[in-house]
């Protein structure tokens, strides 16, 4: 289990088994969020199987799944409403975390810098220096 911090509340993983979900409890996890589409792997593996095992370890689940094409920004304010407004500490998990990391990253745009959003998304592991074009844009346009 590869669990890796991007906040003090937001954490990321890849693709979870779900003999995992006791030791993320004890851990001190209280969420999880499925960035995972069901497609992408075998039953034993999908969102209905995790969200079965997290929810006997007293967890919440939420599915969110994410691909290029969906990662849009009304799909990247629910994630974000998903990850503030739960039970902290949250754990979003996809096939590596680094899409759970970008649309974090995609959701601080004009909220942070984009410096502080792209060495914070470094220091849990994933160099997302690509997406300065797109958190700039984002941050103009909101204003941020």
């Known amino acids: 289990m590869d669990i890796r911090q991007i906040t ?9 088994d779900p003999a ?15 960035n995972r589409p069901d497609g992408e792997i075998p039953p034993a593996f999908q969102a209905n199987a995790i969200e079965t095992a997290t929810l ?3 967890l919440t689940f939420h599915r969110l799944p994410l691909t290029h094409q969906t990662m849009t920004p009304d799909v990247v304010a629910k994630h974000m409403a998903l990850a503030e407004e739960t039970e902290t500490p949250v754990l ?5 975390g680094t899409r759970s990391t970008v ?13 502080d959003i792209l ?9 997302l220096d ?3 074009p797109t958190l700039d844009a984002i941050a103009s346009q909101s204003g941020g």
């Open 8 to 16: 003090p509340t937001y954490f990321v993983a890849p693709q979870l």
């Open 20 to 34: 995992d979900l006791p030791d993320i409890a004890a851990a001190g996890i209280k969420t999880v969020i499925c």
């Open 56 to 58: 006997a370890a007293g």
């Open 92 to 96: 979003a998990y996809c096939a590596s």
């Open 103 to 115: 649309v974090w990253c995609l959701g601080q745009a004009g909220r942070m810098p984009t410096d």
């Open 119 to 127: 060495r914070t998304a470094r220091e849990g592991g994933y160099d």
């Open 130 to 132: 690509a997406l300065r």
